[in-house]
């Protein structure tokens, strides 16, 4: 919880600065060509970053926003190319050696993408803002950011049983947000001095994140119960089929079979692939925190810091629900219907969904600071829905299969994220064309994806057997032990 708390901490104590710093370069260098007397200092003066080059109420120019909001839809794209290509690797391979290495190398990159994103900003005269791109490479190390946060589910699927799963891993992303909930502001106070101060402060974050994980024992063997289908069970696979093909087999044979048998998730139950596609929404909303600045301060006049404050209330309320509120419903229900986990993560799932689309259009549709304030709050209510999915999903695989199945959602996060965020960038170009409400198009969109999303969900069934009360004595309510 801790790593994940401060992984999350530096993210977000750098995220607004960051992109003042973005807007700051870009800014600068507009009105160089555009308008000079708008700049205060000229290159020899001003700092690092062109900070304080030109007064940032004049950086809300719809050309600057354009390219700010290009900047990042096409550093988004770029970053799911390395890890469309090895969230899968990555997944088979911590069934096999261990979560471990892979969680660290994620968090060395994460170190290694921040220094590098400081140093094109720091030199910025020498270097085309578009520089920032190659940091995209440095995903080769551990996948991305999406290939993170599978492992750090399927360690938590590691150490605990399946009645706690879903409390679980609403606690981690609990941690996640409260990291979102107290650094935004901060990063706002201390943008108000210099926007780097939070921005080189999330680096030191993220290193010593990565010391801390040197404490973190492997997960892969911790527990060893043989059960069908708790996931309680973790024996590593020492094929990626279950039984061997004679060697008279021709070897692409034997490995194409290896390959279904590998990926037969998929195709033995239908419910897998089907409840995995929602999160490509999900992934969609965990990226439009710059874009919901941006939106936020152009269309309401705020300043990038005034912003920040405003989307901590959003971050806040997640904070609550995650940590109160569902996890006293997923209590309640429980009770008062007699319902299992399985089933109560589903219901509670659809639920949550239709809360997120409710909230994200209401946010396209907000007329005016304090509604775009509530709408977000609405939003935040349901943002449990893709962790319940998640926790249902791991009930519904052989234990050994759950970093598989996280390694499909990882790659379906990352095509999302590949063309969902050019796709947003572009409807938010368009909007700011059109003007008006239109500025609100890129969250309309999310919303009715959501609608669809949330649809699909009340597709998926139960099937006879499942979601039924664990009667009191079960295994399930006792740990495994190590033997």
Same mark, same amino acid.
Request: glycine fraction near 8%; charge should be neutral; hydrophobic fraction near 50%.
């Given at each position: 919880?801790?790593?994940?708390? +401060?992984?999350?901490?530096?993210?977000?104590?750098?995220?607004?600065?960051?992109?003042?710093?973005?807007?700051?370069?870009?800014?600068?260098?507009?009105?160089?060509?555009?308008?000079?007397?708008?700049?205060?200092?000229?290159?020899?003066?001003?700092?690092?970053?062109?900070?304080?080059?030109?007064?940032?109420?004049?950086?809300?120019?719809?050309?600057?926003?354009?390219?700010?909001?290009?900047?990042?839809?096409?550093?988004?794209?770029?970053?799911?190319?390395?890890?469309?290509?090895?969230?899968?690797?990555?997944?088979?391979?911590?069934?096999?050696?261990?979560?471990?290495?892979?969680?660290?190398?994620?968090?060395?990159?994460?170190?290694?993408?921040?220094?590098?994103?400081?140093?094109?900003?720091?030199?910025?005269?020498?270097?085309?803002?578009?520089?920032?791109?190659?940091?995209?490479?440095?995903?080769?190390?551990?996948?991305?950011?999406?290939?993170?946060?599978?492992?750090?589910?399927?360690?938590?699927?590691?150490?605990?049983?399946?009645?706690?799963?879903?409390?679980?891993?609403?606690?981690?992303?609990?941690?996640?947000?409260?990291?979102?909930?107290?650094?935004?502001?901060?990063?706002?106070?201390?943008?108000?001095?210099?926007?780097?101060?939070?921005?080189?402060?999330g680096t030191a974050f993220m290193i010593v994140t990565a010391l801390l994980w040197l404490c973190v024992p492997e997960t892969l063997v911790y527990l060893k119960c043989d059960a069908?289908?708790?996931?309680?069970?973790?024996?590593?696979?020492?094929?990626?089929?279950?039984?061997? +093909?004679?060697?008279?087999?021709?070897?692409?044979?034997?490995?194409?079979?290896?390959?279904?048998?590998?990926?037969?998730?998929?195709?033995?139950?239908?419910?897998?692939?089907?409840?995995?596609?929602?999160?490509?929404?999900?992934?969609?909303?965990?990226?439009?925190?710059?874009?919901?600045?941006?939106?936020?301060?152009?269309?309401?006049?705020?300043?990038?810091?005034?912003?920040?404050? +405003?989307?901590?209330?959003?971050?806040?309320?997640?904070?609550?629900?995650?940590?109160?509120?569902?996890?006293?419903?997923?209590?309640?229900?429980?009770?008062?219907?007699?319902?299992?986990?399985?089933?109560?993560?589903?219901?509670?799932?659809?639920?949550?969904?239709?809360?997120?689309?409710?909230?994200?259009?209401?946010?396209?549709?907000?007329?005016?600071?304090?509604?775009?304030?509530?709408?977000?709050?609405?939003?935040?209510?349901?943002?449990?829905?893709?962790?319940?999915?998640?926790?249902?999903?791991?009930?519904?695989?052989?234990?050994?299969?759950?970093?598989?199945?996280?390694?499909?959602?990882?790659?379906?996060?990352?095509?999302?994220?590949?063309?969902?965020?050019?796709?947003?960038?572009?409807?938010?170009?368009?909007?700011?064309?059109?003007?008006?409400?239109?500025?609100?198009?890129?969250?309309?969109?999310?919303?009715?994806?959501?609608?669809?999303?949330?649809?699909?969900?009340?597709?998926?069934?139960?099937?006879?057997?499942?979601?039924?009360?664990?009667?009191?004595?079960?295994?399930?309510?006792?740990?495994?032990?190590?033997?």
């Amino acid at each position: 919880m801790l790593v994940v708390f +401060l992984n999350s901490s530096g993210e977000q104590i750098m995220e607004t600065p960051q992109t003042r710093i973005y807007e700051s370069v870009i800014c600068y260098r507009y009105y160089e060509k555009a308008d000079p007397s708008k700049i205060r200092l000229g290159r020899d003066a001003v700092g690092p970053g062109a900070i304080a080059g030109v007064d940032e109420v004049f950086c809300k120019a719809d050309e600057v926003q354009d390219e700010l909001a290009m900047l990042n839809g096409i550093l988004q794209l770029l970053d799911g190319v390395p890890s469309l290509a090895l969230a899968v690797p990555f997944g088979w391979a911590a069934d096999r050696f261990g979560r471990w290495p892979f969680v660290f190398m994620n968090l060395i990159q994460y170190a290694l993408r921040a220094a590098w994103t400081q140093f094109v900003t720091w030199h910025w005269q020498a270097f085309d803002i578009r520089i920032v791109w190659f940091v995209s490479a440095m995903n080769i190390l551990g996948g991305g950011s999406q290939t993170a946060s599978a492992l750090f589910f399927v360690v938590a699927s590691d150490i605990t049983l399946e009645v706690d799963r879903a409390a679980t891993f609403l606690r981690i992303g609990a941690a996640s947000l409260t990291g979102s909930f107290i650094m935004p502001p901060l990063a706002a106070w201390l943008m108000q001095r210099n926007p780097w101060i939070p921005s080189l402060c999330g680096t030191a974050f993220m290193i010593v994140t990565a010391l801390l994980w040197l404490c973190v024992p492997e997960t892969l063997v911790y527990l060893k119960c043989d059960a069908k289908t708790s996931t309680n069970t973790m024996v590593a696979p020492l094929d990626l089929a279950p039984t061997q +093909l004679p060697i008279t087999v021709k070897y692409d044979a034997r490995w194409t079979h290896k390959l279904k048998s590998a990926m037969s998730f998929l195709i033995d139950d239908w419910r897998v692939p089907a409840l995995i596609t929602p999160f490509i929404a999900h992934i969609l909303v965990g990226t439009m925190g710059r874009l919901l600045l941006q939106y936020t301060s152009k269309r309401y006049g705020l300043t990038l810091s005034a912003s920040t404050l +405003l989307i901590t209330i959003r971050n806040g309320v997640t904070v609550l629900l995650l940590f109160v509120i569902l996890p006293y419903l997923s209590t309640a229900v429980m009770r008062m219907y007699h319902l299992g986990e399985q089933k109560k993560d589903l219901y509670l799932a659809r639920a949550s969904q239709i809360v997120v689309a409710v909230g994200w259009l209401g946010v396209a549709a907000s007329p005016n600071v304090p509604t775009v304030a509530i709408s977000l709050a609405i939003a935040s209510l349901g943002s449990g829905s893709m962790l319940l999915v998640r926790s249902f999903l791991a009930s519904l695989v052989p234990a050994h299969q759950v970093a598989k199945v996280y390694s499909i959602i990882v790659m379906t996060d990352t095509l999302g994220t590949m063309f969902g965020a050019p796709l947003i960038a572009g409807l938010f170009k368009q909007g700011l064309a059109w003007g008006g409400r239109w500025i609100g198009l890129p969250f309309g969109f999310i919303g009715f994806l959501s609608t669809f999303f949330a649809g699909l969900l009340f597709v998926v069934k139960l099937r006879q057997g499942e979601g039924e009360e664990n009667p009191p004595g079960t295994d399930d309510e006792y740990p495994c032990q190590d033997p």
